[in-house]
């Protein structure tokens, strides 16, 4: 299966959410497969697409801005976010955008 | 240095690149430096992101739509975006963003 996601015809709203890690795990792996299956059952969820070389990039992608605000405001996720600033990451940057058109290629 | 592109304050733009390579090298490796350098050379470019991992997600920031435009249009890069169809990519996805807000944090 494409591990890119499969996501509508635009408009519809990506978050970009880069980061660095700390050493060491400190179970984030474990969270982080956590938030990848509770995301994918929120309202307006459109699909996920994630890589770390150096560097980790998730993009998230969602029907709504209001989406977006609910899943930053879901509990657990908020636990997660927490977390993620005491120990998990160095530093991260989110991006909240509007996705105003796309097109692909697939052989 | 961070690997976390330094953007200025939104709006601005990005362009998320999802790709997933056939098997070999086939010069990718080298070309793709090449478009990192080049890139970081056009009008309105803003900053890089990108790791491989299964998939792979280019992310890269400009400062408006016609810059993005004058980047697709670059000739040296329409020679990669001819080559990735043909060799390099089994399948990808451009989407085209507005970034409307962002915040981060750093240790």
């Not at 400190?26 to 150096?54: D, I, N, W």
């Not at 992608?61 to 509990?75: C, L």
């Not at 976010?81 to 991260?92: L, P």
Request: charged share 30%.
């Amino acid at each position: 299966m494409s591990r890119i996601a499969k996501t509508p015809a635009p408009p519809y709203y990506a978050v970009i959410f880069t980061s660095e890690r700390t050493d060491g795990d400190q179970r984030y792996a474990e969270m982080a497969e956590e938030m990848v299956q509770l995301a994918a059952t929120q309202p307006g969820f459109l699909g996920m697409e994630s890589a770390r070389e150096g560097v980790g990039i998730t993009v998230s992608y969602w029907d709504s801005p209001e989406a977006i605000r609910q899943w930053k405001r879901n509990e657990r996720h908020l636990v997660a976010q927490r977390q993620g600033i005491e120990e998990w990451y160095q530093s991260y940057k989110t991006r909240v955008c509007k996705v105003e058109r796309d097109y692909g290629f697939e052989k």
